[in-house]
């Protein structure tokens, strides 16, 4: 299997990703080629672990694909970066999926299994390597312990936050005011601004 | 729910934490509140981080699916004309709530479902819904329409949360509805419209999270009520609402 990871950190020299999905606006195959080249990576490995079954997962991520290609001509450039569009675009599908396939009685179930397996343990160990793993995971560390829970079960695991509350056994409100504050540490860690 | 608290969900919308109901509501705060859009836009930037961490090898394999497929799905036109720069911070405070509307949706509706249309001209609008399902069509044009309202409440007997969005001007009323109590088997949810007291069947919902057009006009209604009625629905309520939303 060849295959390549591309990732857009800070600094990091690559295609211009607005440019690319303006040419594919326009149904330009190519360019489309190119963007992909970018942005696949992130969005197989993002669907995959919300989803975990890898076949699903490819299933999605084709599907979160072809609505890039799809919807190119939606995207506005004033809200925000392509990867950031692209992969809202990921994250709604996959935790759409995972919601779909979810009776009311499995999500019980997966709810208590995902009590014995924190999502942090996994992301830890996953994200690791590469510069923007490595700040990423520094700075996910430097949130509290609730707030990255918070975090990575909703979105890692498409929880919703009234589970993310069942979960930690902490109240609504809290888990609101914690995924927030979160967030906020983790933008101004990642230097996000847009 | 106050204004604060409302404020504080930027965090659960961005990551797409929030219940159907809740997000429609939080939608329509979003639409008086720059401030909090702009959160979201750094809030999913900042995720995006996470996500883009995430990435795995792909298979070379895939990239030729994905490229085979592109000729068999037809792109779809600009959603809004280009306007000069100066309008730029204008526009996304006017487009953005209606662009985020379709994420609650999304979850309510199913997979592949509801492209909802979020441009404001109705014209393009109905253009756009023509090639959706009947049902969906109706709920797309509820949402563009430009006195669409919303209202939510809690359900009774759990932590559900149900949000009826309507509009006047086109006459019809949406419902989306999740975490009510699941329902025995046998049962359904059954939607009223309330006239001024007398309950008028407005649909049925067999599922404890969904979103349903109602079935009938709004005509005068002063609100909507949802029992549970056994499968099949019933002429009329046989017991107490779990929950009433007024059309205020």
Redesign the interface.
Known sequence: MSAVVHLSGPGRPGPDLKELLGRVALGDQNAFGKLYDAVAGPVLGLVRRVLRDPAQSEEVAQEVLLEVWRKAAHYRPERGEVMAWVLTIAHRRAVDRVRAAQAAADREQRIAAASHAPAYDEVAEQVEGRLEREQVRRCLTGLTEVQRESLTLAYFRGFTYPEVAQLLGIPLGTVKTRMRDGLIRLRDCLGVGV | MSAA?VH?????Y??????PAECAEFEHHLEHCPACA?EV????????????????????E??Q???S??DT???????TAQLPAGT?RG??RR??PRFALA?CL??AV???GLAVQQHREADRARARATAMQRQQDRIADLLTAPDARTTSGAVAGG?GVATVVWSPSEGVAGFLA??MP?LAPGTTYQLWFDDRGTMRPAGLMPT?SGALLLSGPLDGASGVGVTVEPAGGSPHPTGAPVVLLSFA
């Open positions: 608290d504080t969900l930027t965090g659960a961005a990551a797409h934490a929030l219940d702009q836009a750094e809030f999913t930037a900042t995720l995006a981080r996470l996500g883009s961490a995430s990435a795995v090898p792909v298979p070379a895939f990239k699916r994905v490229m497929a592109l799905v037809r792109q779809e036109a600009p959603r730029r526009r996304l487009t953005w994420a999304a979850l199913g997979a592949g932590t999740s975490g699941p404890a």
